[in-house]
């Protein structure tokens, strides 16, 4: 699938949102009226998600799924740097990557893959290892076929070349939330296994890592000429892909608690194929790779800091 066909999928799509009654009626509201519908209608969305998890599941679930929300929010505050600069110099950028790469694979390491060994070592005794060794495969296999199936483009690839065209902006932009739904998914597999120290301690790793992905997204927005405040705005809706994965993390976890050391190794599986395939290139690719690989130590560290601390 080609940048044309995506674009072709979007104006469908719009054509037919443009067409629905509905969206017509809200539409002609008045301004304040159009928004206060809007919010009226988010909050009653929230309400009846977070008191369907909290009757359905218990508080850890309903506090699993706030913590990808607000995880997915980080997207936003990574991308607020766009709305007073233009440019943000390689070294600062490259720091920013490099920490959230280090930062995920202690997620990983601490919060996925250790305890998915030692509850699939519960579940089947001696066995924990490759059930989860299976997961990572999976993980890994599934961003892999996204990769080639879906249309995007890469971290690595010099979205400056791509300035004239939009499409190729939003085919990053489209990258950026593949990436981000097994990142949800992961907060929400955490979780699901009741243990809300660790959840939170992978939440915190997803938000630190979804910082420099707000950047990127709405740097080249901003050069392009968009509004800034609609940039960050784009930006932080990428984001909020992170709380339909949490969601499902946490239901299935929840519902089938055998499936829980495949489902952590499959989110550890995702999230290394990301940091190896996009962000670690990524921080190496503009020189001063250096800063990268310190940043990165340092980022590893404080998230096993925080997995000690905390867990």
């Known amino acids: 699938m080609s940048a044309l066909d995506l674009t072709n999928i979007f104006d469908k799509c719009k054509s037919q949102l443009n067409s629905n009654s509905y969206y017509q009626k809200l539409q002609a509201m008045p301004k304040n009226e159009r928004w206060l519908t809007l919010a009226a209608l988010f909050l009653v969305s929230q309400i009846l998600v977070f008191g369907s998890l909290y009757l359905f599941f218990g508080k850890v679930a309903m506090i699993g799924f706030l913590a990808s929300v607000l995880a997915g929010l980080a997207t936003g505050v990574g991308a607020l740097p766009a709305a007073l600069f233009k440019q943000v110099s390689t070294s600062v950028y490259n720091g920013l990557l490099g920490g959230a790469a280090g930062v995920m694979l202690a997620a990983a390491a601490f919060s996925l893959l250790v305890p998915g060994i030692e ?53 990053f932009i489209f990258a950026i939330t593949i ?125 096993m800091a925080l997995e000690n601390l905390l867990g």
Do not use: C
């Not at 996204?146 to 690839?157: E, G, S, V």
């Open 119 to 171: 509850y699939g070592n519960q579940l089947w005794p001696g066995k924990g290892l490759w059930f989860v060794a299976a997961g990572m495969s999976f993980g890994a296999l599934f961003l892999h076929l996204a990769d080639k199936k879906l249309p995007h483009i890469h971290f690595k690839d010099d979205l400056n070349e791509h300035a004239e065209s939009l499409q190729k902006i939003w085919l």
């Open 179 to 303: 990436h981000n739904f097994p990142e949800g998914m992961s907060v929400g597999v955490s979780f699901g296994t009741g243990d809300l120290n660790n959840g939170i301690v992978l939440a915190i790793a997803i938000a630190l890592q979804n910082i420099p992905e707000g950047l990127a997204v709405a740097l080249p927005l901003v050069a392009l000429g968009y509004n800034k405040w609609k940039a960050v705005g784009i930006a932080t809706l990428t984001g909020l892909v992170e709380p339909v994965g949490g969601l499902l993390g946490i239901t299935m976890v929840a519902t089938f608690s055998s499936v829980l050391p495949f489902a952590m190794g499959f989110a550890a599986g995702a999230m290394i194929f990301v940091i190896s395939e996009e962000i670690i290139p990524e921080s190496h690719s503009n020189g001063r790779s250096r800063y990268a690989t310190f940043a990165l130590m340092i980022g590893f560290i404080i998230m």
